[in-house]
């Protein structure tokens, strides 16, 4: 029993430190929650006007729809917000655990991923921005009348943009694989095909699913893949070991 409580001894103060980033991280999560539900108004009323697509008409459906998407608005700016602070406790509490080299790669990797959330997220924003426009003049050239339920409307918006954020992580991904000697370049050379191919069917399952915007939401994985390829070739590869 006395080694136990030892042991327990030995971990209690990295338990009370991770308490206390999980306990602050919370209260901060809670907060922006709470903003961003009172801000919604705001948000929804720019969000409409700068969709202001002609012959479209963006709706409600529920008298209560107003109340779901405040919420949805409130944890979507408290992830948004809290994501990043999340992932900088996690890597203050693993520092004193990584070598010199682990702590390079996760000061770098931190704040790329976060780039490359962010240039998926905004470019899927603006391709559905103008995908939507065709879809809407294609509609009103086929006598259909566009009245668009604004859930659905934002989900689609906000769903699809956060997707294509994660997929353009995929380029650090392989270059943390080649780093650890998992894959090389060569390998990434050679099975080009298959990853185009299967860069089209993850895009395909993103909403809107025309051509003309199937393309263009692909078009940058495969120059991402190009750029990782180049970025990692004829580099000296290596496996992370303890120092």
Same mark, same amino acid.
């Given at each position: ?17 991770? !308490?206390? !980033? ?9 907060? +922006?929650?709470?903003?961003? %539900? ?9 969000? +409409? ?19 779901? @998407? ?5 944890? %979507? ?63 009103? =050239?086929? =006598? ?25 992580? %995929? ?8 780093? @650890? ?17 299967? *860069? ?10 025309? =051509?003309?915007?199937? *393309? ?6 495969? +120059? ?20």
């Amino acid at each position: 029993m006395k080694p136990f409580v030892k042991h327990l001894e030995t971990f209690l103060p990295y338990l009370e430190d991770l !308490r206390k !980033r999980v306990y602050w991280s919370t209260i901060i999560f809670s907060l +922006v929650f709470v903003g961003g %539900f009172f801000s919604s108004a705001f948000v929804l009323k720019h969000f +409409v006007a700068f969709f202001n697509i002609k012959d479209v008409l963006i709706a409600t459906t529920s008298p209560f729809q107003f109340a779901d @998407l405040a919420v949805d608005i409130g944890f %979507f700016f408290a992830i948004i917000v809290t994501l990043p602070l999340i992932i900088f406790h996690l890597y203050s509490f693993l520092k004193p655990a990584l070598t010199s080299r682990e702590k390079i790669w996760f000061t770098l990797s931190i704040p790329l991923s976060l780039l490359l959330f962010i240039c998926g997220f905004i470019y899927g924003f603006f391709i559905l921005y103008y995908s939507f426009q065709l879809l809407a003049e294609l509609n009103q =050239g086929l =006598g259909i009348k566009n009245i668009w339920d604004i859930g659905t409307f934002l989900s689609q918006i906000f769903i699809t943009s956060s997707l294509l954020g994660l997929v353009f992580q %995929f380029p650090l991904i392989l270059t943390i694989a080649i780093k @650890l000697h998992f894959i090389d370049s060569n390998f990434l050379k050679e099975k080009r095909r298959v990853a185009f191919f299967i *860069i089209f069917i993850i895009v395909s399952l993103l909403p809107p699913t025309d =051509g003309l915007s199937l *393309i263009a939401m692909a078009l940058p994985l495969v +120059v991402l893949y190009e750029a990782t390829i180049l970025i990692n070739i004829n580099k000296k590869n290596y496996v992370w070991t303890r120092n």
